[in-house]
C-alpha cells in the first residue's frame, strides 16, 4: 500500500513561519494531485492547498497569498509553506494524495496522520 507522512508542524507565533513536508513512499505507480487539508477542533475537515501532477495550484480563500504549496514529484514529497500564520490557522494539517498503485488501477486517495500546527497570538 502507500504511506504518507508528514512532518513540520508546531508551535509558533502569530506572524511566524512554518513549512510542512509531506513523504509518500510503497506501491506508488503515479501520483495524480498532492494536497493539504486542516482540522480546527469542532469544525470539518477543509481543504487548504492542492497541487495537480500539472503543477496548478488550488488554495483555500483563507489561505491565499500567505501558504504556497510545492512538490517534488520526482521524490514523491511535497509541501505546505505557510507564512504570516495567525490564531485562526490552528489546527491539525494532514497531506493527502491520490494515487495509482499500478497502470491498471484509478486512483485511491491517501491520508497522512496529521501534524499539529498551533499558533498563538
Known amino acids: 500500500q502507500v504511506q504518507l507522512v508528514e512532518s513540520g508542524g508546531g508551535l509558533v507565533q502569530a506572524g511566524g513561519s512554518l513549512r510542512l513536508s509531506c513523504a509518500a513512499s510503497g506501491s506508488i505507480f503515479l501520483i495524480n494531485a498532492m494536497g493539504w487539508y486542516r482540522q480546527a477542533p469542532g469544525k470539518q475537515r477543509e481543504l487548504v492547498a492542492a497541487?495537480?501532477?500539472?503543477?496548478?495550484?488550488n488554495y483555500a480563500d483563507s489561505v491565499k497569498g500567505r501558504f504556497t504549496i510545492s512538490a517534488d514529484a520526482a521524490n514523491n514529497m511535497w509541501y505546505l509553506q505557510m507564512n504570516g500564520l495567525k490564531p485562526e490557522d490552528t489546527a491539525v494539517y494532514y497531506c493527502?494524495?491520490?494515487?495509482?498503485?499500478?497502470?491498471?488501477?484509478?486512483?485511491?486517495?491517501?491520508w497522512g496522520q496529521g501534524t499539529q500546527v498551533t499558533v498563538s497570538s
Open positions: 497541487i495537480a501532477g500539472g503543477g496548478s495550484t
Open positions: 493527502n494524495a491520490d494515487v495509482r498503485t499500478s497502470a491498471w488501477n484509478g486512483a485511491f486517495r491517501f
